[in-house]
Structures are given as structure tokens and as C-alpha cells.
């Protein structure tokens, strides 16, 4: 079992910055994979951003170059830091992990709201 806290989200206006941490506990050597998504109101939720043990990164398009994802091993925990927010960033962000056998665990969510 891996258990998934976020922090960070807030209200912020456009242009503006955040960032986002998910500080994992439990059997976190497991875990292999490590994402962002996000949820807007009435839509799907969609990968913002990936991580793995390599460090390999991966961005949806409408994120690049504003946002950056990164972990610290040494303190189980991710990070997500956006930059140059826009109103349609606005959504409920979570984290998810992948762990060796194909469990995946989520977070209970941040929401980040991108308003003037």
C-alpha cells in the first residue's frame, strides 16, 4: 500500500505561480511511475505530467514549457511546479503512483484555481 497526500493548490491569478508536492508513504520502493493529473468540472481527468525512475519526464502539450515535474527520492516526494498559469489550468490536481504489479494509488486532490 502506498498512501498519497498533495499540497499546494490555491488560488491564484493569471501569470501567477505554483507548486504542488505529493509526499508518498508506505511501501514506496514499489513504485515505479509517478504522474500528475488534473480535473476540471465536468470534464475527464488528464495526465498533466510523468515521472519514472529514470527521471524521464513527460508533459501534455498544453503544459510544456509552464510546467516542470520533478521528485525527491529522498524525501518520497514529488513536485509540480507551474508557472505562467492560465484560467484553464483551473482544475482539481492529483497525484498518482504505479507500483510493480500494476497497483496504482491517487491522492485525494488539490484544487488550483487560476482566476483574476
Known amino acids: 500500500q502506498v498512501h498519497l497526500v498533495e499540497s499546494g493548490g490555491g488560488l491564484v491569478q493569471p501569470g501567477g505561480s505554483l507548486r504542488l508536492s505529493c509526499a508518498a508513504s508506505g511501501r514506496v520502493f514499489q513504485v515505479y511511475f509517478m504522474g500528475w493529473y488534473r480535473q476540471a468540472q465536468g470534464e475527464e481527468r488528464d495526465l498533466v505530467a510523468s515521472i519514472n525512475l529514470s527521471d524521464v519526464t513527460n508533459y501534455a502539450d498544453s503544459v510544456k514549457g509552464r510546467f516542470t515535474i520533478s521528485r525527491d527520492p529522498a524525501k518520497d516526494t514529488m513536485y509540480l511546479q507551474m508557472n505562467s498559469l492560465k484560467p484553464e489550468d483551473t482544475a482539481v490536481y492529483y497525484c498518482?503512483?504505479?507500483?510493480?504489479?500494476?497497483?496504482?494509488?491517487w491522492g485525494q486532490g488539490t484544487q488550483v484555481t487560476v482566476w483574476s
Open positions: 498518482k503512483t504505479v507500483a510493480y504489479g500494476g497497483l496504482e494509488y
